[in-house]
Nanobody, 126 residues
Framework: QVQLVESGGGLVQSGESLRLSCAAS????????MGWFRQAPGKVREFVAA????????YYANSVKGRFTISRDNAKNTVYLQMSSLKPEDTAIYYC???????????????????WGQGTQVTVSS
């Protein structure tokens, strides 16, 4: 069992940065691949980024590639999402999630994640 709690969201202006954190409980956190997703009002939840449990590999949506960086610290049971050059279209609730799937092609699909946090709001004003 893994419980996830996101933090770090807020209101920023276009071009600014934010770092989201996702704190996990449970001894097996280090064995889960982790993802960040986001959901804007009236839209479906979409993939943002993922990182393997070893942190050897990372994956990004095209819309955030080059602006966002996912990382993790297994000693602290925490995964991060550093967001730079934020745009108004990045406004959404951001969720972290844990998956036991080992297939990287699966990281993009919400249905293959086992555990989810409650989300943190990110609002980017123009």
């Amino acid at each position: 069992q893994v419980q996830l709690v996101e933090s770090g969201g807020g209101l920023v202006q276009s071009g600014e940065s934010l770092r989201l954190s996702c704190a996990a409980s449970g001894r097996t956190f280090s064995r889960y691949n982790m993802g960040w997703f986001r959901q804007a009002p009236g839209k479906v939840r979409e993939f943002v980024a993922a990182i393997t449990w070893t942190a050897d590999n990372t994956y990004y949506a095209n819309s955030v590639k080059g602006r966002f960086t996912i990382s993790r610290d297994n000693a602290k049971n925490t995964v991060y999402l550093q967001m730079s050059s934020l745009k108004p279209e990045d406004t959404a609730i951001y969720y972290c999630a844990a998956t036991s799937t080992v297939y990287s092609d699966s990281f993009y699909f919400t249905s293959l994640y086992d555990y989810w946090g409650q989300g943190t709001q990110v609002t980017v004003s123009s």
